[in-house]
Antibody, heavy 119, light 106 residues
């Protein structure tokens, strides 16, 4: 069974940092590009970041460039998102998402982890 | 950035009826268009990719069409489990989503 399980969410003050993890199972993690997608409360979906299967290529939405870092450890089947200088507008559910390599759509989603940035 | 616009925002449909959802791209995305279904408290689920290919396990009552800038998701006969929010997404130039269409019970 293909599973993505996010963890690490919580309440954090503006300007502070938080790290998210996503544990993958049921498929060959190292063969897939992985993404983070977020959803603010009551709003739509926003792509945040992507990392290639080997971890060599990374891309970010403009609003998080320079603040967020996506990475992966294929030996641990785990995806990460390090979030620094957090802002209120980063408050959202963060989903870990799988992309079939080279196909660009998103076929498997985790249940998400909630990040709340508030003083 | 490619902007995706979905219409209507809310669609009220009776069970068993047909639902037609629209998605427009601000510039051509070819056939690089996906549809996702999201129920309250759940993650999105892939329905359609490549504008018209159903994902694994998706019932045949879901169909997608279109190319370029105009796309449609059709649910031929709405079942109770189909009432949800539907998002289109382009993946031709990075990734952007529409704002969603809520399909509610009439």
């Amino acid at each position: 069974q293909v599973l993505l399980v996010e963890s690490g969410g919580g309440v954090v003050q503006p300007g502070r940092s938080l790290g998210l993890s996503c544990a993958a199972s049921g498929f060959t993690f190292s063969s897939y590009t992985m993404h983070w997608v977020r959803q603010p409360p009551g709003e739509g979906l926003e792509w945040v970041a992507a990392v290639s299967s080997a971890g060599s290529h990374k891309n970010y939405v403009d609003s998080v460039k320079g603040r967020f870092t996506v990475s992966r450890d294929n030996s641990k089947n785990t995806l990460y998102l390090q979030m620094n200088s957090l802002r209120a507008e980063d408050t959202a559910v963060y989903y870990c998402v799988r992309e079939p390599n080279g196909l660009y759509y998103m076929d498997v989603w985790g249940k998400g982890t909630t990040v709340t940035v508030s003083s | 950035e490619i902007v995706m616009t979905q219409s209507p925002a809310t669609l009220s449909v009776s069970p068993g009826e047909r639902a037609t959802l629209s998605c427009r791209a601000s510039q051509s995305v070819s056939s690089s268009l996906a549809w996702y279904q999201q129920k309250p408290g759940q993650a999105p689920r892939l329905l359609i990719y490549g504008a018209s290919t159903r994902a694994t396990g998706i019932p045949a009552r879901f169909s997608g069409s279109g190319s370029g800038t105009e796309f449609t998701l059709t649910i031929s006969s709405l079942q109770s489990e189909d009432f949800a929010v539907y998002y289109c997404q382009q993946y031709n130039n990075w990734w952007t989503f529409g704002q969603g269409t809520k399909v509610e019970i009439k």
